[in-house]
């Protein structure tokens, strides 16, 4: 076989008897689109999707419908947006924050503009996606598919393993271990993010190719997907303010050990930013294909 090295690992991802009857398709078809991390994802679906269910006649999903995978990108930028924006609420309940929060208008109007737009994107979030999900957990139920409930389930398995995790090295990583220590735990625990997000994502994506549910719930989705989106630019743009706040404020407690382990606040302000910064790219552009893709009475 000629395919390159990607593709042939992308095709052992499925059953062998899948890859028997359609391997030479599905390589074919790689070799028509190309790999990127748009096919990659909807490749990982249908491997699951394969051994989850070895005796259907599916090639491979669709690779799954365009407004359902950028609905579900953004919603999966949103889960990260929002572990960087914990991390930004974390960052910020010491007594310097809240008492330069309390006493400098600059820096309390850009924590309290964070809080609302965290809020408003977790509303308009929850109408995304509240609706598409009871109805696949209703079409699980009706036709007896209880595997649709377990995979919806992952994902709070998942963010709930990682919580338990984070505590744990918050507790762990007390004052006398040294930065080497430090930083690898923060990379442990970037790492089980990375992880649970990706099961997540994958298991939900699972989830809604098999579910048999209304297109309208997905297109109802599209104006709450964009607001949600568009809050998560202010949270980022006001974050970024309130960095450049509190340095006009206090410089002295803009340069301290106050983030996450009590490593460098300046970096980790950096890193918070960078986050919600990529997730609202990511967020972007999925939003864009989202409203193209709509039908016009969507939009």
Same mark, same amino acid.
């Given at each position: 076989m000629n395919e390159p090295r990607a593709t042939r690992f992308l095709l052992r991802l499925f059953p062998a008897d899948w890859? @028997?009857?359609?391997g030479e398709e599905f390589v074919a078809l790689l070799v028509q689109t190309g790999i990127s991390m748009?096919?990659?994802f909807d490749v990982l679906l249908a491997a699951v999707d394969a051994h #989850?269910?070895?005796?259907?006649?599916r090639r491979w999903p669709p690779m799954i419908q365009r407004m359902r995978r950028?609905?579900?990108?953004? =919603? #999966? @930028?949103?889960?990260v947006f929002a572990v960087a924006g914990s991390g930004f609420g974390w960052m910020t309940k010491d007594e310097p924050f809240v008492y330069l929060r309390d006493s400098n208008p600059a820096v309390g109007l850009a924590h309290a503009a964070v809080l609302i737009g965290a809020i408003v994107s977790a509303v308009a979030l @929850?109408? &995304?996606?509240i609706p598409i999900a009871l109805a696949i957990a209703g079409d699980g139920l009706r036709r007896g598919r209880f595997g649709q409930l377990v995979l919806l389930g992952v994902p709070f398995i998942a963010v709930a393993l990682w919580i338990g995790l984070t505590l744990l090295l918050v507790a762990f990583a007390g004052p006398p271990v040294d930065d080497v220590v430090r930083i690898a735990i923060a990379l442990l625990w970037l790492g089980a993010f990375l992880v649970a997000v990706a099961v997540g994502a994958v298991s939900l994506g699972v989830a809604a190719l098999n579910a048999e549910i209304d297109a309208a719930l997905y297109r109802r989705a599209v104006w709450p997907a964009t607001v949600t989106v568009l809050a998560m630019l202010a949270v980022t743009l006001t974050v970024l303010a309130w960095g450049v706040a509190?340095? &006009?404020?206090?410089a002295s407690? =803009?340069?301290g050990s106050y983030g996450f #382990? &009590?490593?460098? #606040?300046p970096l980790n302000w950096l890193a918070i930013v960078l986050t919600m910064g990529g997730a609202c790219l990511v967020a972007v552009r999925a939003g864009r294909r989202l409203r193209r893709e709509a039908p016009p009475q969507a939009a």
């Open positions: 890859r @028997a009857r359609y748009g096919i990659v #989850l269910h070895p005796h259907t006649n950028s609905e579900l990108v953004i =919603f #999966l @930028a949103w889960v @929850a109408v &995304a996606g509190l340095v &006009a404020a206090d407690v =803009f340069w #382990l &009590a490593t460098s #606040l």
